[in-house]
T-cell receptor, first 107, second 116 residues
Framework: RKEVEQDPGPFNVPEGATVAFNCTYS??????FFWYRQDCRKEPKLLMS???SGNEDGRFTAQLNRASQYISLLIRDSKLSDSATYLC????????FGTGTRLQVFP | NAGVTQTPKFQVLKTGQSMTLQCAQD?????MYWYRQDPGMGLRLIYY???????DKGEVPNGYNVSRLNKREFSLRLESAAPSQTSVYFC???????????????FGDGTRLSIL
């Protein structure tokens, strides 16, 4: 079993839609969690950290479920510019990157 | 505000050749990292440097060496390139020392390396 698993997608959604991604992790001792965004042929960029109580940054909401060992990312009111690959990242004693979920927002 | 700068951006090598990938950060970060990214796989840590003067192996260190030249610079060397090392290489840094855990990382824009 992979340490971090994501649905590769692609998720094809129209502008304005709400879309959610889940990510599961295998190590219950994982300490911190992040979502990164990666555009095609670009470097990963930190989107947001994920806190135990859940957190929101504008149209983006991240949640953590330690009991079920998954984190989620919700994007509301999708924009064309949200099209990218979203990487789930889990920390144990090092950062473990998921392979990413590709999102394509169409007009 | 350059952040993390990698050179070169692209490189083609022949099997057995050697080369060094350069990375520099201007954010006064303590920790620096080298990753590779291959299709269908997540970013994998090759080596990291938790602080100036220290280096440690990551998940896939074989075939690579690193040098933390000073606080700003962290280079990755391929001594004898192999086709299996064809990949996109990313350098990253993070503000706190102590290594890869528990903190976000800032990435350079990558080096695309092809080995024939």
């Amino acid at each position: 079993r992979k340490e971090v698993e994501q649905d590769p997608g692609p998720f094809n959604v129209p502008e304005g839609a709400t879309v959610a991604f889940n990510c599961t992790y295998s190590n219950s001792a994982s300490q911190s969690f992040f979502w990164y965004r990666q555009d095609c042929r670009k470097e990963p960029k930190l989107l947001m950290s994920v806190y135990s109580s859940g957190n929101e940054d504008g149209r983006f909401t991240a949640q953590l479920n330690r009991a079920s060992q998954y984190i989620s990312l919700l994007i509301r009111d999708s924009k064309l510019s949200d099209s990218a690959t979203y990487l789930c990242v889990v920390n144990t004693d090092k950062l473990i990157f998921g392979t990413g979920t590709r999102l394509q927002v169409f007009p | 505000n350059a952040g993390v700068t990698q050179t070169p951006k692209f490189q083609v090598l022949k099997t057995g050749q050697s080369m060094t990938l350069q990375c520099a950060q201007d954010m006064n970060h303590n920790s620096m990292y080298w990753y590779r990214q291959d299709p269908g796989m997540g970013l994998r840590l090759i080596y990291y440097s938790a602080s100036e003067g220290t280096t440690d192996k990551g998940e896939v260190p074989n075939g690579y060496n690193v040098s933390r030249l000073n606080k700003r610079e962290f280079s990755l060397r391929l001594e004898s390139a192999a086709p299996s090392q064809t990949s996109v290489y990313f350098c990253a840094s993070s503000v706190a020392g102590g290594g890869p855990g528990n903190q976000p990382q800032h990435f350079g824009d990558g080096t695309r390396l092809s080995i024939l």
